[in-house]
């Protein structure tokens, strides 16, 4: 590189990547060929609309990576193209989200998702995020004495609240999720159902986890995380549910989510990123891939009871997933998730601070640690590993 300075950064990014293990639930190392696609002359293309639908020429490789990708994504999570419409153009998780509250949701209409506390995501109706601000937003949480998803409860408070969306899937929380429940909650108080798939995504295409699309209207995801992709977002929507427009034309969810992402949100789509989201895909098909997302769990499985017989709580006691709960403050070791994560980063262990259920902290300083296996799972490690590693964190905290 010409950039001495940047290449330097570039360099120390990788070294400090090599040399630290990342527990950052939400992180994962992509492969070469991610990184190749990302990195090529894509880039430099502006493909503002949709493949045959273009306002700028030049799109024949554009319109094909885009088609491609579509296909792959269908293919991944065995749906219909007849069925189900992907949109692969959201740049990230926080505006594919938006987008659909855009294009679903009228604006100062109730919506409801988890709060930010109990495990969802800021984009799930936090008051500090635009979905919490432009929509009127109801939360609900996880049981306080056993830290899980109580559906009566939900129910209750969609039957209340009437809210014109749910939203499932979390940030934070380590269980499989009742997604049929969610169905009945949904039918129940005639709410659109959005799954929000991002952390488990790579566990469904790995058959791991429950796949939610039998039960969703919509379901969101990133491709980052367990997925193992570049940091992108897809958006597949059912093709046979509708709206009725001002004029009483009937609009289909996907045209509506289509025209939300572009021109509503976006301009020109990142098409070098829509390409490497077409690697990762097809890489995710791949039989090894089922293994991966099979080994990230029972990773998971052994660092939460390995952690937990040497005195953690884990919250819910144990995962599912490839995330995990510690509470540090509470019932741990009288520390807050800000010093934790401090002292395991002091010692090459790379985690987030993160709230529990029932917090009594602030955000910047709240009472856990967020950890996952997704990363380290890539890059090899197996159940022996997490019998260290928990034994090294505990070292390290109990200091
Ligand atoms: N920030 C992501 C996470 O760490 O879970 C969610 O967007």
Same mark, same amino acid.
């Given at each position: 590189m010409k950039d001495k300075q940047i290449e330097k950064l570039i360099k120390q990014e990788e070294a400090r990547q090599k040399k630290t293990i990342s527990l950052i639930a939400s992180e994962n190392y992509v492969s070469d060929d991610v990184l190749k696609a990302l990195g090529?002359? =894509?880039?430099n293309k502006y493909s503002e609309g949709y493949p045959g639908h273009r &306002? &700028?020429?030049?799109?024949t490789f554009t319109d094909k990576v885009e088609l491609l990708c579509q296909e792959r994504a269908l293919k991944l999570f065995g749906l219909s193209p007849e069925k189900w419409h992907v949109n692969? *153009?959201?740049?990230?998780g926080s505006p594919a989200n938006l987008a659909v509250y855009l294009a679903l949701v009228p604006k100062g209409e109730k919506v409801m998702g988890m709060s930010l506390n109990h495990g969802?995501?800021?984009? /799930?109706?936090?008051?500090?995020s635009a979905t919490g601000k432009i929509w009127n937003a109801v939360q609900y949480g996880v049981?306080? #004495?056993?830290?899980?998803? !109580?559906y009566e409860e939900i129910k209750k408070i969609a039957i209340a609240e009437k809210p014109k969306m749910i939203i499932a899937g979390y940030t934070a929380y380590p269980r499989i999720v009742d997604f049929k429940k969610f169905r009945e909650i949904a039918d129940a108080c005639g709410a659109i159902l959005m799954v929000d798939? %991002? /952390? =488990?995504a790579g566990l469904v295409a790995g058959g791991a986890y429950p796949s939610p699309f039998e039960y969703a209207d919509v379901v969101t995801t990133t491709v /980052?995380?367990?997925?193992?992709?570049?940091?992108s977002a897809l958006i597949f929507s059912r093709r046979d549910k509708t709206q009725t427009s001002a004029k009483g034309n009937e609009i289909s969810f996907s045209d509506l989510i289509d025209k939300a992402v572009f +021109?509503?949100? *976006?301009?020109?789509?990142h098409m070098n990123q829509i390409s490497a989201v077409a690697v990762a895909l097809k890489e995710a098909s791949a039989p090894a891939f089922k293994k991966y997302a099979k080994q990230v769990i029972k990773n998971a499985k052994v660092l939460a009871e390995e952690l937990n017989k040497l005195g953690w709580k884990i919250i819910s006691g144990?995962?599912?997933? /490839?995330l995990i709960l510690v509470d540090t403050f509470m019932n741990g070791a009288g520390i807050s998730g800000d010093e934790a994560s401090n002292r395991l980063e002091k010692e090459g262990i790379i985690v987030n601070k993160n709230t529990i259920p029932n #917090?009594?902290? %602030?955000?910047? !300083? +709240? %009472?856990g640690i967020r950890l996952g296996t997704a990363g380290e799972t890539t890059r090899g490690a197996k159940e022996k590993d997490m019998v260290k590693l928990a034994k090294r964190i505990n070292g390290i905290l109990r200091k």
């Open positions: 090529s002359k =894509f880039t &306002y &700028y020429k030049g799109q692969v *153009q959201a740049l990230s969802g995501h800021l984009t /799930h109706g936090h008051k500090v049981n306080p #004495e056993t830290e899980v998803l !109580d798939m %991002s /952390h =488990f /980052h995380k367990t997925l193992r992709g570049p940091r +021109p509503g949100l *976006q301009g020109g789509p144990g995962t599912d997933t /490839h #917090e009594t902290r %602030s955000p910047m !300083d +709240p %009472s």
